[in-house]
């Protein structure tokens, strides 16, 4: 089977891209990473993925003003020019416009970290500890022109600890990201799938998956 050109849309340190680029070291993982894509030059994840031999490269969305659009377009006219055709958003801190997830739909995944539908946006953390939710997690799912919307494609979920801040919660949620997201990428990759759950430790950490098997 042929693996898809899978792009991968950045805005900082990259550690789901990292997950990623890891997950793509297996041949028989779905993708296969070609550009790595920034809208800030100082991002972290750019020299990282260069680290994986990726192509990795920033086109600064403050050079376009308020025009969102063509911003759009120049990351589109990149990515076409790398033959990407699967998106993966990760920590990609730019609402898109309806253009271009209309362009990629279907081919345009986003990690979010929370169960959704509840605490799409921003602040997810504090609003599951503020709410005392005892469980908390993150959702992959297909971008649509709602923010954190679109349908899902697979969840984790792990424990909130008593005494947990905003920090440990993040780092434990980070850690179920990391398990889900390459899984949900090479379920897309391969038309997807029913979700089942499966359980698995990692670092010490329990991560309940609910996913299709890939
Ligand atoms: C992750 O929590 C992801 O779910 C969210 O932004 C964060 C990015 O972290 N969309 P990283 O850059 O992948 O480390």
Not at 148 to 159: L, Q, R, T
Not at 185 to 206: C, F, P, Q, Y
Request: aromatic share 6%.
């Amino acid at each position: 089977m042929s693996r898809k050109r899978l792009g991968i849309l950045i805005s900082g340190r990259g550690s789901n891209m990292e997950a990623l680029l890891k997950a793509a070291q297996d041949p028989a993982w779905p993708c296969e990473p070609v550009l790595v894509l920034a809208n800030k030059p100082d991002a972290g994840g750019l020299e990282k993925a260069r680290g994986f031999g990726v192509k990795a490269v920033a086109i600064d969305h403050k050079i376009f003003g308020k025009n969102r659009e063509a911003f759009d377009r120049a990351m589109n006219e990149t990515l076409e020019a790398e033959g990407v055709e699967l998106i993966a958003l990760a920590g990609f801190m730019r609402v898109l416009t309806p253009w271009f997830v209309n362009q990629w739909a279907g081919r345009l995944i986003n990690i979010h970290p929370a169960l959704l539908p509840k605490y799409p946006g921003v602040d997810t953390h504090n609003r599951a500890l503020a709410a005392g939710d005892l469980v908390h997690g993150c959702t992959v799912h297909q971008v649509t022109a709602g923010v954190d919307e679109g349908p899902v494609i697979g969840s984790a979920e792990v424990d909130v600890a008593p005494g947990d801040t905003e920090v440990t919660l993040a780092a434990r949620v980070l850690k179920a990201e990391h398990v889900l997201y390459p899984r949900c990428l090479a379920s897309v990759a391969r038309g997807g799938g029913t979700r089942v759950r499966d359980d698995v430790v990692v670092e010490g950490i329990t991560v309940r998956v609910f996913a299709p098997r890939a």
